[in-house]
C-alpha cells in the first residue's frame, strides 16, 4: 500500500529546516504503518518505542537532558543513535505529555537529529495546551486513502497514473472502470485495514464489520478522553452528522437534533471532533471574495465524516446500494458524492473549504476554495444532471470569478467554468497537469 505522504516525510527527512515532526492523524488513518514503511527505507537504524502502557520508557522524559534522554533510547534499542542514520519514533507518544514537550529541546539543542512522534488525539492535546512545542516542530496530517491511493492499492497504477496525469481523452475512454472503482471506494471508504481486507478476500461483509469496529473505537475514545460533560454531546453531534447531510440544504441544524437546542452548547462537543479528526467543519461564506477568510460566517456550518465508508456504516446504508448500478450516486440528496468530494480535497491539505448561501438563501454553492489566488465556486452534482442555476447566478453576479462543476460528466472547459468527472477530484486538486 503507497501513500503520497511518503514524499512529503522524505521531503522532511532531507530539509535543511527540518524540526522534530508531528504526524497527526485519527485513529486508525495508518500513521505508525506509515512510519515502520519509512524509517526502515531511509535510514540505517530505525528505534520505534510505543509509548503506551510501556513502564521502560515512563521515566524517559522525567527531565529534558537531550542527552541523557538519547543514551536511554540507543541502550533500550540496542541501536546506535546518530544523526542524519538514525530515526526514532515515538508511537502513540500522547500517553507522554513530556515526551511531546521535549521536542522542544529537540528543535533547540539536538536539531541534526530524526525524530518522529504520531498517536491519536494529538490535536486535542495540542488544544488543551498539554505541553505542546508550538512553533518547535513540523506537522504533518495523514487522512484515510484517497481515491487515486486506493487505485494504487487495488493494483490498478496505470489507472492512477492516467488519472493523475490529468490526459481527459486517456480519462474519458476509461471511464466506466472508474465509475466502478469509484462505488468501490465508496463503500470501502479510505480506511487502511479496510482496504486491506477488501483487496485481499473481496468480502464486503467482513469490510462493514471492520467498519463499524472503528467506529466502536472511535465511541470508546469519546468515552476515555472527553471531558464528561461534553460525552453525551459529542455522541449527539456525531450520530447527527448523516441526517444532517441528507438534507437539501446540508447546514448543520440544531434544532434538528433537540427541540430547543443551542449552538453554544454544542460548540465544545463539535470542537472535540473536529480536534480528533473524526469531523471536518465547512463554514459559511457571506461573500465570494478574496480573501475567503474575511468573509467566514461563524454562525452556520456543515459537518461531513472523516471517511466516505465510516459515513456508509455508520448510516447503515445497504451494501448492495451502494456497489450496484448509480443508485449511491443519485440518491441521499447527494450526501455520500459531497462526503467524497469534501474528503478528496481535505486530503490535499493546502486547501481551506467553505460553502456559500446568499443572504435569503435562494442560492447555495457547495464549496469554495481558494487557488492560485483565485477564489473557486465549486458546484457538486451527483450524476450527468448538469444544470447549475446556483453556480451560474454567482458567475454572472462577478464576471472575475471561474468556476468548478463536478459531476459525472466528462472532462470539459466551458465559458466560464470547467466540468470535472468526479473520480478526478483529487488529481485536479493535487495540481499536476490541470487546467489553470
Known amino acids: 500500500m503507497y501513500r503520497f505522504m511518503y514524499e512529503n516525510l522524505v521531503e522532511w527527512k532531507n530539509s535543511p529546516h527540518r524540526k522534530p515532526l508531528i504526524l497527526e492523524g485519527a485513529r486508525q488513518v495508518g500513521k505508525t504503518w506509515l512510519i515502520d514503511e519509512f524509517g526502515p527505507k531511509e535510514f540505517k537504524y530505525y528505534i520505534k518505542i510505543n509509548c503506551e502502557n510501556n513502564p521502560e520508557v515512563s521515566d524517559l522524559f522525567s527531565d529534558y537532558d537531550i542527552k541523557r534522554i538519547l543514551r536511554v533510547i540507543s541502550a533500550l534499542a540496542k541501536k546506535p543513535v546518530k544523526p542524519g542514520e538514525t530515526l526514532i519514533f515515538l508511537d502513540e507518544v500522547q500517553e507522554l505529555p513530556k515526551a511531546l514537550g521535549s521536542l522542544k529541546y529537540f528543535s533547540e539543542n539536538a536539531p541534526e537529529y530524526h525524530i518522529v512522534v504520531a498517536g491519536s488525539l494529538l490535536g486535542i492535546k495540542y488544544h488543551q495546551g498539554e505541553s505542546f512545542p508550538v512553533g518547535k516542530v513540523d506537522v504533518l496530517k495523514l487522512y484515510p486513502l484517497d481515491f487515486n491511493e486506493f487505485l494504487l492499492a487495488m493494483g490498478e497504477n496505470q489507472k492512477e497514473e492516467i488519472l493523475s496525469s490529468c490526459n481527459w481523452e486517456d480519462i474519458k475512454s476509461l471511464k466506466s472502470s472508474f465509475i466502478e472503482l469509484l462505488r ?21 461483509l467482513r469490510v462493514r464489520e471492520i467498519q463499524k469496529a472503528i467506529l466502536h473505537d472511535y465511541d470508546d475514545d469519546i468515552a476515555k478522553h472527553a471531558p464528561k460533560n461534553d460525552i453525551a454531546k459529542i455522541r449527539i453531534i456525531w450520530n447527527a452528522i448523516p441526517s444532517q447531510l441528507a438534507k437539501e440544504n446540508k447546514k448543520f441544524v440544531f434544532g434538528a437534533i433537540r427541540k430547543g437546542a443551542r449552538a453554544a452548547e454544542y460548540e465544545n ?98 464549496f469554495v476554495t481558494q487557488k492560485n489566488d483565485k477564489a473557486l465556486p465549486i458546484e457538486v452534482k451527483a450524476e450527468e444532471n448538469l444544470r447549475s442555476r446556483s453556480l451560474k447566478a454567482v458567475l454572472d453576479k462577478d464576471n472575475t470569478l471561474r468556476g468548478l462543476r463536478i459531476s459525472m460528466s466528462d472532462y470539459r472547459e466551458e465559458a466560464r467554468f470547467d466540468n470535472l468527472p468526479l473520480y478526478a477530484v483529487k488529481s485536479y486538486f493535487k495540481g499536476k497537469k490541470h487546467h489553470e
Open 184 to 204: 468501490q471506494y465508496y463503500f470501502t471508504g479510505g480506511m487502511p485495514s479496510c482496504i486491506n481486507e477488501y483487496v485481499k478476500t473481496q468480502d464486503v
Open 269 to 366: 462537543a463539535i470542537q472535540w471532533l473536529c480536534d480528533a479528526g473524526l469531523v471536518h467543519k465547512v463554514m459559511r461564506l457571506s461573500k465570494i471574495a478574496m480573501p475567503l477568510k474575511f468573509y467566514e460566517d461563524f454562525s452556520a456550518f456543515k459537518l461531513f465524516m472523516n471517511d466516505s465508508g465510516l459515513f456508509g456504516a455508520l448510516t447503515e446504508t445497504p451494501i448492495k446500494d451502494i456497489l450496484l448500478g448509480n443508485h449511491i450516486f443519485e440518491e441521499y440528496k447527494g450526501a455520500f458524492t459531497e462526503q467524497f468530494v469534501e474528503q478528496q480535497i481535505k486530503s490535499c491539505d493546502n486547501y481551506t473549504l467553505y460553502y456559500y448561501t446568499n443572504d435569503n438563501s435562494t442560492s447555495e454553492i457547495d
